[in-house]
């Protein structure tokens, strides 16, 4: 066998045997396009995104639902017709649909996973889901307009945000009633509450309704109120998984922005740390990943999604996305973030392994094919090394090899 040959069945085999036999879990960012009925799939650790899945008209909320260690499912609010996609994480695909009330916004699902409540501002209902058999319950008249659901750590409470009448309602998840009396969030006419987050101890929601409303769960009053920018429209609220940070989306007269507000009120600073997201740019959904160091957050007027540095508060990547994002929710998947779409024939690449096309290959780019036949990295990290059926094989590695030892055809 010729040294080259040799050389490249060697480099090839080490690299292999120093990865696992199994495609490690990837963390997966879902953000919902309203205004093409799909749900963009991002692998967050290359943050591009990788499949667009299909569900129902103008999807807007997005939730995990997660049982034990089971394959988690990723719940999608149809805003545009009466139902609820599910999305089977292990395929990346939605097949089913739970139909449900008219108009879903927002959906929330309990720590254990056992149930999801979705709002439904047009007829001021909360439908409860049993995840388990993917039906609806019962439903919950909040009245008013609900938008906005979270639960609390101990999946006792779910809280509703009710715009029209500027209240927090409470459900009693045992009962799936309304019980208490409802916080007030205050304000002038236009802060109508429209999302809201529950700290990790469950002691206090942060309501977004263009400012910041924080609420103790024991008492019901508003323990702060921070003031935003004039003329500022909140949008999505979430708290890190460390607990030490709200982030609040909101839009005003300088364009599109990420709050960042200290959960200890010892560490605020004023006014509020933002990071930037461009003049032009609407953000609605934020997400967190377990990190607590990145946001991933939709901006519906740029069809993308801001990735947002929390501890520069700084943006460091946007991800072109279908029409109009919305919700955004996180997840390690077992299976991956899927891939792009396969190149046609004429797309392959006269120099296998070439991956930035410089006429050279590097022993950087042969870590990205091995990589990418094992599934750890999306296929679009280089297209240098697939083959005619867009697949990336062990006989396209040493090809590979093979042009690193040798240089790339003429």
């Not at 963009?40 to 939730?63: E, Q, R």
């Not at 236009?190 to 101890?201: E, F, G, I, M």
């Not at 920018?229 to 007269?253: C, F, K, Y």
């Amino acid at each position: 066998m010729p040294m080259g040959r040799a050389l490249a069945l060697g480099l090839v085999t080490l690299m292999l045997a120093a990865r696992p036999g199994t495609a490690a879990a990837q963390v997966c960012a879902y953000a919902a396009n309203a205004g093409d009925g799909t749900v963009s799939l991002i692998d967050t650790g290359t943050n591009t995104a990788t499949l667009a899945i299909t569900v129902g008209a103008a999807p807007h909320g997005v939730a995990v639902v997660k049982r034990g260690s089971s394959t988690a499912q990723i719940y999608v609010a149809n805003s545009g017709e009466s139902s609820v996609s599910v999305i089977d994480t292990s395929t990346q695909t939605a097949p089913t649909k739970i139909t449900v009330e008219s108009g879903p916004e927002d959906i929330a699902v309990l720590p254990d996973g056992s149930t999801a409540y979705v709002s439904h501002p047009d007829s001021g209902k909360v439908s409860v889901i049993d995840t388990a058999s993917g039906t609806p319950t019962t439903t919950v008249d909040v009245g008013g307009k609900p938008m906005g659901l979270a639960a609390s750590p101990d999946g006792k409470m779910v809280y509703v945000t009710d715009a029209s009448n500027k209240q927090i309602v409470l459900i009693d998840t045992k009962s799936n009633t309304t019980t208490g009396t409802p916080f007030q969030t205050g304000g002038s006419p236009d802060t109508q509450p429209v999302d809201v987050a529950v700290t990790s101890d469950g002691t206090q929601v942060y309501v977004s309704s263009n400012r910041v409303v924080v609420i103790a769960t024991s008492s019901g009053l508003a323990v702060a109120a921070l003031q935003l920018q004039a003329q500022t429209q909140t949008h999505g609220i979430t708290i890190t998984p460390d607990h030490a940070t709200a982030l609040l989306a909101v839009q005003d007269a300088t364009g599109g922005s990420l709050v960042n507000i200290a959960t200890d009120p010892s560490k605020r600073t004023f006014p509020l740390p933002v990071a930037a997201l461009g003049p032009n740019a609407v953000p609605i959904g934020v997400a967190a990943a377990s990190d607590s160091k990145t946001a991933y957050v939709s901006d519906s007027a740029a069809s993308s999604v801001d990735v947002v540095d929390i501890t520069t508060n700084s943006m460091t990547r946007s991800i072109p996305v279908g029409s109009n994002p919305q919700g955004v929710a996180i997840v390690s998947v077992a299976t991956g973030c899927g891939t792009m779409p396969t190149p046609t024939a004429t797309a392959i690449a006269t120099c296998v392994g070439d991956c930035n096309g410089n006429g050279v290959v590097g022993i950087n780019e042969l870590v990205i094919g091995v990589n990418i036949a094992l599934d750890l990295t999306p296929a679009s990290a280089c297209v240098a090394f697939q083959d005619q059926g867009g697949m990336v094989t062990i006989s396209q590695l040493i090809k590979g090899v093979n042009n690193a030892l040798n240089g790339c055809p003429a």
